[in-house]
């Protein structure tokens, strides 16, 4: 056990080495930069979803006008949009962004500010990468923590009890009302809730926007509980529909998959109550499946399943920060969030195989190849 733990740690290294690589190569040839944000901003058609530039840059503008004015020529620019402005100018917004080096040096300097979890500053936001994502943390984990609990937590009762009855009515109007809000996008319902629920053209129970309301602070703590729990139901239940329909199928037919065996046969035949045979028996072998997507469901919901729905319900979390970091080219915010959930993810997916051998002892990894 221990030889595989670290292999498979080890086997960490090359992986995130290569999503790094091919990330950081894919970006040098996508064009609009930062730097030619900046221009556009200089110029008036910056993209409203850069809250704006750092100190450091504001300062570089005025520079510029100095620039301009001091009589300096200036020469035709590489950075579209650029014309006119001076070498100068544009040399010390290279030296700002860290451009002014080769981008293999670049790449191996951003590689070792990673490994000692050193992710620098955004360009665009004026803070630290890592204050960003502690700021934005709270609405993520809300999002994903909670979808992925009523995920499962419902999933797999439903998908157990729809394999013990398969074939029957309860067992075909479920599935219509899984299929139903699976084809159903998350967005489409989350506006289908606020027209419902939220002030919309019917009630208004749920509010529409934030984790606590105003004066959450002044609240008893079982008022702040029931204040949360207010404010997410909506987004949370917008979120879980569509994970709700793919667990439960998965788990009712893996049941069905784990039912048919003759193992299953020989405990009933030995007398053994219809619980203990799906609960003892057929419950750990029938949930490995299950246990097998759950790292990539987990991360997917917690990081990258919520920019639709924290833009309809006004949640400043890390989905919209990441598309915000894609629309202004801040390199910093895209690459160091990319590391980190790459990270996470190979670490649940090591959580994830250890905990088969808890489930079934029967899977020895030391005979396993990673």
């Known amino acids: 056990m221990g030889a595989y733990i670290l292999r498979r740690l080890l086997l960490i290294i090359p992986t995130l080495f290569g999503i790094m690589a091919v990330s950081f190569i894919v970006v040098q040839f996508a064009p609009g930069g930062p730097i030619e944000q900046i221009i556009a901003q200089m110029s008036g058609t910056g993209i409203s979803a850069t809250a704006r530039v750092s100190g450091s840059a504001e300062g570089d503008f005025a520079g510029q006008q100095q620039v301009a004015g001091s009589g300096e020529k200036a020469s035709p620019s590489q950075y579209r949009g650029g014309r006119g402005l001076s070498p100068r100018f544009l040399a010390q917004l290279e030296k700002q962004f ?3 080096k080769p981008p293999l040096e670049r790449f191996g300097l951003m590689l070792w500010n990673y490994v000692r979890f050193d992710f620098g500053n955004s360009y665009f936001k004026g803070k630290s990468v890592v204050d960003l994502v502690i700021e934005k943390m709270p609405v993520s984990i809300t999002l994903g923590l909670w979808m992925t609990l009523l995920s499962y937590g419902i999933s797999i009762p439903l998908g157990i009890a729809k394999a013990v009855r398969d074939g029957s009515r309860f067992d075909v109007w479920t599935s219509g009302i899984i299929i139903v809000g699976y084809a159903l996008p998350g967005f489409l319902l989350a506006i289908l809730l606020i027209v419902l629920f939220a002030g919309g053209s019917f009630l ?3 509010p529409l926007r934030g984790l606590t309301s105003d004066n ?3 609240l008893p703590w079982w008022q702040q509980v029931l204040d949360y729990l207010w404010h ?3 987004p949370v239940l917008a979120m879980a529909v569509g994970a709700f329909a793919t667990t439960t199928l998965l788990t009712k037919n893996s049941f069905l998959d784990e039912i048919r065996k003759q193992y299953v046969v020989t405990a009933r035949a030995k007398g053994l109550r219809e619980n203990q045979v799906l609960y003892g028996h057929v419950f750990r072998n029938a949930m490995l499946l299950v246990i097998a997507g759950f790292p990539g469901a987990f991360v997917g919901a917690f990081f990258g399943g919520s920019l639709l729905i924290e833009t309809i319900f006004s949640l400043d979390g890390l989905g919209l920060l990441g598309f915000q970091a894609l629309v202004a080219r801040d390199y910093p915010v895209i690459f160091a969030t990319l590391y980190i959930f790459s990270l996470l993810g190979l670490v649940l997916t090591l959580i994830s195989d250890l905990t088969y051998m808890w489930i ?5 990894f030391e005979t396993r190849d990673v």
């Open 232 to 234: 997410i139901a909506l």
């Open 204 to 206: 208004q129970i749920f």
């Open 360 to 364: 079934d002892p029967r899977i020895d």
């Open 98 to 100: 860290g451009f002014d």
């Open 216 to 218: 959450f602070a002044q």
